[in-house]
């Protein structure tokens, strides 16, 4: 009797055991389920915001030495090599890229940020600049190595010329305002005087 009784424990302590893991194996896949499902929700929320902003997301692989396009178009189509990114750049501006990009590579700075000059034109015809702001940041590998450089980048072409047209308008009506020979007055819709030479 004491060998069915311990025969019988032995069972329901196995039967127990195998419900458990069960019970366990069920909850860990569920949860598994519900932070997979909440991952690729915000990865949509973050691609979506991307989407709606002018950003362009271009990465460079450390170990290959090639960019690619992730989001926009800021780079021709196939993998460009970091000669190929450099000479897209305008001569003044390359040392400092080398120094951004070199910076981040070797660890000295995780983020840094950067603003230059990128020939638009692809072809062999002018090059046609446009100013570029890159906000860059370093991915590293499971030895604690840089192996990704990710670039968030806007361009500010159109921001400078509205500046440096509102700076010229902006001397011209200082010009006029100084070397005229004759009175101007200047008075806001009140009647009262802003301004007079």
């Not at 424990?9 to 499902?37: E, P, S």
């Not at 750049?89 to 040392?95: G, Q």
Request: net charge negative; aromatic share 8%.
């Amino acid at each position: 009797m004491n060998t069915s009784v311990y025969t019988s424990f032995i069972i329901i302590a196995i039967a127990i055991i195998i419900l458990t893991a069960i019970a366990i194996y069920y909850l860990a896949n569920k949860l598994v389920k519900i932070r997979t499902a909440r991952a690729v929700e915000t990865s949509k929320l973050m691609q979506h915001a991307i989407d709606m902003s002018d950003h362009i997301i271009v990465t460079l692989d450390l170990k290959t030495n090639q960019f690619q396009n992730n989001h926009g178009h800021q780079l021709p189509a196939e993998a460009p090599t970091m000669e190929t990114v450099r000479q897209l750049l305008h001569p003044d501006d390359v040392e400092a890229f080398d120094t951004f990009i070199n910076e981040l590579r070797t660890g000295d700075k995780q983020n840094n940020q950067l603003r230059y000059r990128f020939n638009t034109n692809y072809g062999d015809g002018e090059p046609v600049y446009h100013i570029v702001v890159n906000h860059a940041i370093v991915e590293y590998d499971l030895e604690g190595q840089p192996s990704v450089i990710i670039c968030s980048m806007v361009d500010e072409t159109e921001e400078a010329r509205i500046r440096l047209s509102n700076d010229e308008m902006g001397e011209k009506y200082q010009a006029l305002f100084e070397d005229s020979i004759i009175g101007i007055s200047f008075y806001n819709a009140d009647g009262y005087l802003i301004d007079c030479n």
